[in-house]
């Protein structure tokens, strides 16, 4: 058992610790001052209005609609992670948390960091064939839930008491939003049988590659300006919600419910069980939210899962 763990834990030491170093590497510039204290807001708005949009319009473009035909699986990662959403939203309005606030806590409690982590470490412990799921899930997590929690933020962020006015709002800024507009165009892109090609996907593999490593960078800037942390019982609720509960509920959703092929059902309790991706720090500056225990879940929960990850690769294999 000692040389399987170890086996397993040093690929997926391999896969964490860049994205150590990328926060780190934000947390070092902006605490010499090489980068000022707008850094973080500014780097993550070119996130969201450009690399993010890129990548998922990149990602929709290129994945056949018969790809995603798997409905077993996207019925047993979404209700996963969408049961985890709603119960974590739902207990932070009962503790009188601002929806727009509460529907972070819920992608904090929810959002695995499928793209920048699972889809190497699924490769490495079940092969190429668990690719398939592995894409499933990362749309599902980028595209669907992170739309969710968007129109669940602007709900909450409309002042109107007027229904029809509060309405109208949120559909216009919903339909301008580019982290919806972006994966939507790529859908029609794909169903339409369009292919990008030549310089106009070259434009889009570059600037959907800075995503991921930016968003990380603009993580280490906020950390870095912010000398205190976030609440450690919320911190803590939260990544026990994402390590422990998402992966559990999943499984058993996985293996006793819909009965899914045993590489399917693996891979996606493996991408349940992944950390919280940088996808609600990019919501939280992006709509000027309390970040601190947004960025403290991700942090925590990527070190913690060091353990829980490689423990259940251990189970699962």
């Known amino acids: 058992m000692s040389s399987l763990v170890s086996s397993l834990f040093t690929p997926l030491l391999r896969i964490i610790l860049p994205v150590f170093a990328l926060i780190f590497a934000g947390y070092a510039c902006r605490k010499t001052n090489r980068l000022g204290p707008n850094a973080s807001s500014e780097l993550n708005r070119f996130v969201v209005y450009l690399a993010l949009p890129a990548l998922l319009f990149d990602i929709m473009a290129t994945t056949p609609w018969h790809a995603l035909d798997q409905p077993a699986f996207i019925a047993v990662f979404g209700l996963g992670a969408g049961g985890i959403f709603l119960l974590t939203v739902l207990v932070r309005l009962k503790q009188s948390r601002h929806l727009a606030d509460a529907s972070l806590d819920g ?63 949120v559909v216009r800024s919903l339909v301008t939003n580019p982290l919806l507009f972006a994966p939507f165009a790529g859908w029609l892109c794909s169903g339409a049988g369009l292919t990008i090609s030549g310089g106009a996907d070259t434009f889009l593999k570059l600037l959907g590659a800075a995503a991921s490593p930016c968003a990380l960078v603009a993580l280490g800037l906020f950390l870095g300006e912010k000398s205190e942390g976030g609440a450690a019982k919320t911190t803590t609720m939260l990544v026990l919600a994402k390590l422990t509960a998402q992966p559990l509920l999943t499984g058993w959703l996985a293996f006793h419910v819909f009965a899914l092929p045993v590489l399917w059902a693996k891979t996606a309790v493996i991408l349940s069980a992944l950390p919280t991706g940088t996808g609600p720090f990019m919501l939280a500056e992006f709509y000027r939210r309390e970040a601190a225990v947004t960025s403290s879940a991700i942090l925590f929960s990527t070190v913690i899962s060091l353990v829980t990850v490689t423990v259940c690769l251990a189970v699962l294999t």
């Open 107 to 169: 992608l904090n409690a929810a959002y695995p960091n499928a793209g920048f982590i699972g889809l190497p470490l699924c490769a490495l412990a079940f092969g190429h064939a668990s690719l398939a799921p592995a894409v499933i899930a990362t749309i599902m997590t980028v595209c669907v839930l992170f739309a969710v929690a968007i129109v669940l933020i602007e709900l909450g962020l409309q002042t109107e008491k007027k229904f029809v006015a509060t309405l109208g709002k």
